[in-house]
């Protein structure tokens, strides 16, 4: 082992070491050396350093070959004869599962211990892929499943009785996937690396030098062994530690999990939340910028990928490019995402329609609308209206034209049934769609965008012809949906490199940071279960078998990071570099986190007491973000529009709520459309209430009826009748429901209806509507007002005349209060309906409706049975007043005074209107502070 040490970061000193005569002889010409790294990011960065440095002395380089530990075997070894093809992970995974399908029932119960019903392709594997990852790490150990049956004999005999049995069916399971995919041709990745580790021929004439390689593989670490010439290990730490590691260069968990890590005082930066970190990561950069340190020469490592967006929005809005080393998911591309979608469209039973939900989906994806203009916002429509679970146009009597042809637009497009293919038809069919979504498009492959959309088609072509070529061991039969997902689902896993960009600050995961050479590095999420990284306790691999077997476990990961975090803050000495690490109490995902154990690391004492009383003390400031009321953007007022000269009398309630809110609805005409409903909201329970009870005011021979059972009966029939039509077969559970909740209401109306019938009250109108021209104040002109008026009664023996507003909402309100509060006048509905009524009373009745001889009430349909009923009148003495308001607010009407913006309700206005408003925009303070909490030694 040569010991490098920690006065220079590790790539720079290997590739001095690498140009060193006295250690390469031939150098510059290190074509006969072969490197080996931990990671192809390291492997690309050495590379250049070497370029740079032989630049730099005017000699030419003949590089090295440069590859990781587990590439290693392949390359200085040679074919064994008859050598099969390696398998993909899919393929792998594909004869796991199919292995398991083919199980005898006794042995399935020995798998399992809890048997149940068959499972299907996505279940079993989910199973196949576990146990091939399962065999992949038992085999790069060099072990295979009799190894953990032998160690479940000696070291675990109280239950060895039952989990002997599992571990052997696995061993038949792993032998059959071993013929399954021998008969496509293939072998698995693992069995692959072994074959070749202990029995391929070594290519000789090639110097080994290991990079930092401070763990591998033990199946590797065995060929090292069988190489003629010892590998050169090059260890990124001083002399003074090599206690901590072993032959070639490999780490002493023993050593690194007790070592304390030096912290400088200002290093550990505690925070609250993950919106808090990303703002202390912002400003960290920004005083680095600021003290002369130029964006290339800082690194973000980031070892919880959720906190990524966030980390990266806070970056850029503050005027920091970044770049993520790993790349973008496969899964961003287009074409995944459509697939993606189109197997949720397909994922239904056959009898039944797709789901809404994956309908609605699938159209908003962008290449949607460009195979078809159609009128895709008719979604949206459709589903407020019928609130379907499933969509099917064919299920309900009045659907639109525009939703009759998505309909049709979308069987023509996806015109593979749901039921079970071959998966030649399906891998064909797939080819056929995407051939057709993207054969004539093009993409700018140099763009981010175009280089994911385009290395995801990349991707799709490749695991489809290997399918068509037979390569990949499917079942016999497949349903499109899951083979779309089993795809799709092993396609998620790759990555996309962003392009190289100048001036930009590299954001790299954990583990690359040890070979990073960047004098300012941030560390976040440094917490539990991010660094370290936790092994997940698996039903097959717990923690003590792990041990047993010498697998790495948890302490071994500790190890790894604490060696890192150590390497990490020995190259950038004060002075020389930079190092912050940031802890935040609660992840990405809001869940309760811990400091990382690395804190902690070696401490005792006093020492570990102080250390821990710093980690609980108090976090940096917490920023709640509020609604912006007022002005804003909200100011800018639209010019080009004209204004109203007839509005609905319910529109005065929108006025005096706000007149910007009354310009967007009832000026400019904006509705928000959307799909998200999942159940009848109060408005659309008050229209189906008033057409129900609509029908039953408009039959002359029922309305005069005083007998509940026979008004029930009409009004239920009616109901289901509409109930049907409206929602057909495929409605949303939850309005089942609700539906059963409004029939119990319209069942308390038939009640009171009869009883107001006994006390002589007869239906006169229903559903009328009408017009009256309001005089404006100050000579402003005359506005139109219309409505349409529920219900008129009249009792012939009182000669007395109700105007009634059919209420369902759940709570009891008085007139009184929907039209007046402390601050003033809210509405202006009733007292204008006396105004609206007034002309159809005079030419159909011949009568003249004044506030003497006419109440304003309310139908009250609530929750409560007990406040069921007519409410109490609206104030008489109020309508005069109301009145006068009403010519105010349409003289502000006719004038286009519409920039007064009130503060609105949050709590149910539309968002979009919120936003039009001024109101939905975020204020987000800063943290006040950016020192990081001094941590002692």
Same mark, same amino acid.
Request: aromatic share 6%.
């Given at each position: ?108 119960? #020995? =798998?399992? +211990? !809890?048997? &149940? @019903? ?5 279940? /079993?594997?989910?199973?196949?892929? $576990? *146990? ?39 061993? #038949? =399971?792993? +032998? !059959?996937? &071993? @013929? ?5 041709? /293939?072998?698995?990745?693992?069995? $692959? *690396? ?744």
């Amino acid at each position: 082992m040569i010991f490098l040490g920690w006065n220079k970061p590790l790539l720079h000193s290997a590739a001095e070491w690498l140009l060193d005569a006295s250690h390469v002889e031939q150098t510059p010409d290190l074509s006969d050396v072969l490197v080996v790294v931990r990671g192809a990011r390291a492997g690309r960065r050495l590379l250049e350093l070497l370029a740079l440095k032989c630049a730099e002395r005017k000699a030419i380089l003949r590089p090295p070959q440069i590859v990781t530990p587990q590439h290693l075997v392949t390359r200085l070894t040679q074919s064994l004869p008859d050598e099969l093809a390696a398998a993909s992970p899919l393929a792998s995974a594909l004869a796991w599962a199919e292995a398991i399908r083919d199980l005898p029932e006794a042995a399935r119960d #020995a =798998l399992f +211990r !809890r048997p &149940g @019903d068959e499972a299907g392709l996505r279940a /079993l594997l989910g199973l196949g892929r $576990h *146990l091939s990852q399962i065999w992949s790490e038992l085999g790069g150990a060099g072990f295979d499943f009799r190894d953990v049956v032998r160690a479940l004999n000696e070291r675990f005999p109280n239950i060895a009785t039952y989990e002997v049995p599992r571990w052997e069916v696995m061993a #038949a =399971l792993h +032998r !059959r996937a &071993g @013929d399954i995919l021998q008969d496509h041709g /293939l072998i698995d990745h693992t069995s $692959h *690396l072994l074959h070749r580790a202990r029995r391929g021929e070594i290519i000789a004439g090639t110097r080994v030098v290991l990079v930092g390689v401070a763990e591998m593989p033990r199946i590797v670490r065995e060929f090292i062994d069988r190489l003629p010439e010892p590998p050169t290990a090059l260890v990124f730490a001083p002399e003074s530690e090599a206690a901590g590691f072993e032959e070639p260069g490999i780490i002493r968990p023993d050593y690194w999990n007790s070592r304390p890590v030096p912290l400088r005082q200002g290093q550990v930066h505690l925070v609250e939340r993950d919106r808090d970190q990303a703002l202390r990561a912002a400003q960290i950069v920004a005083s680095w910028r600021d003290s002369g340190v130029p964006s290339t020469q800082m690194t973000l490592a980031v070892p919880d990928p959720e906190a990524l967006p966030r980390l990266r929005e806070a970056l850029d809005a503050r005027g920091t490019r970044t770049r993520w080393a790993q790349g973008r998911a496969a899964s961003d591309s287009p074409s995944i995402q459509l697939l993606l979608l189109v197997a949720d469209y397909l994922d239904h039973d056959a009898s039944e329609p797709p789901r809404y939900d994956a309908v609605a989906a699938l159209v908003r994806h962008p290449d949607v609308p460009r195979i078809d203009p159609a009128d895709w916002a008719a979604l949206d429509k459709f589903v407020s209206k019928h609130l379907p679970a499933h969509f099917d146009p064919h299920s309900v009597v009045d659907a639109s034209a525009q939703a009759w042809k998505i309909d049709d637009v979308l069987k023509r497009w996806i015109d593979i049934a749901p039921g079970e293919v071959s998966p030649i038809e399906a891998a064909e069919w797939t080819v056929g769609f995407l051939s057709r979504i993207y054969g004539e498009k093009e993409e700018n492959s140099l763009s981010p965008t175009g280089r994911v959309a385009v290395h995801g088609l990349v991707l799709l072509r490749d695991i489809l012809a290997e399918t068509l070529e037979n390569r990949i061991p499917w079942p016999e039969r497949v349903r499109p949906a899951d083979f779309l997902h089993v795809v799709l689902g092993f396609l998620s896993d790759e990555k996309v490199p962003e392009p190289p960009a100048p001036d930009v600050v590299e954001i790299v995961g954990w583990l690359e940071l040890l070979e990073d050479d960047a004098p300012a590095v941030a560390v976040t999420s440094l917490y539990e279960g991010a660094v370290p990284e936790s092994i997940s306790a698996d039903p097959f691999l717990p923690g003590s078998l792990r041990q047993a077997l010498g697998l790495g476990d948890n302490a071994t990961r500790m190890a790894r990071d604490a060696f890192s975090l150590a390497a990490i803050l020995a190259s950038r000495p004060e002075g020389q570099g930079a190092v912050a690490l940031i802890a935040p109490r609660f992840d990405a995902k809001e869940n309760p986190v811990r400091p990382s154990r690395l804190l902690l690391n070696g401490l005792h004492g006093e020492d570990l007491a102080r250390r821990v009383w710093h980690l609980a003390g108090r976090r940096g400031p917490d920023p709640q973000p509020a609604l912006r009321n007022g002005p804003g953007f909200a100011e800018a007022m639209p010019g080009d529009h004209s204004l109203p000269q007839q509005i609905p009398v319910t529109a005065f309630r929108d006025y005096l709520e706000s007149p910007r809110k009354f310009f967007f609805r009832h000026v400019r005409r904006f509705v928000a459309r959307n799909d998200d409903d999942r159940e009848l909201e109060g408005g659309s329970i008050g229209t189906l209430m008033h057409e129900v009870l609509a029908a039953f005011g408009a039959d002359e021979n029922l309305r005069d009826s005083d007998d509940e059972s026979v008004i029930d009966a009409f009004i239920t029939a009616r109901f289901d009748e509409k109930v049907r039509d409206q929602f057909g077969r495929w409605v949303q559970p939850s309005v089942e429901l609700q539906v059963g909740e409004i029939r119990r209401r319209l069942s308390g109306f038939a009640r009171e209806q009869a009883r107001l019938r006994r006390a002589g009250w007869t239906i006169r109108a229903v559903e009328r509507s009408a017009a009256f021209d309001l005089m404006a104040a100050d000579q402003a002109g005359v506005l139109n007002v219309t409505g349409k008026i529920d219900r008129i009664d009249y009792h012939p023996a009182d000669q007395k005349w109700r105007i009634i507003d059919y209420k369902s909402s759940s709570a009891q309100k008085t007139p009184a209060r929907t039209h007046r509060n402390r601050d003033g006048w809210i509405d202006l509905q009733l007292p204008l309906y006396l105004q609206l009524a007034a002309p159809y009373a005079r030419a159909e009745w011949g009568v003249e409706l004044t506030s003497q001889i006419c109440e304003l009430v309310y139908f009250q349909l609530p929750d409560e049975e007990k406040k069921l009923g007519i409410s109490e009148p609206f104030p008489p003495d109020w309508i005069v007043e109301a009145r006068e308001m009403a010519s105010t607010v349409a003289a502000q009407i006719l004038r286009g005074e519409f920039m007064e913006n009130p503060p609105l309700d949050p709590r149910w206005n539309e968002p979009s209107l919120l936003a039009l408003c001024g109101q939905a925009g975020i204020v987000a303070s800063e943290p006040e502070e950016m020192a990081g909490i001094g941590v002692e030694d």
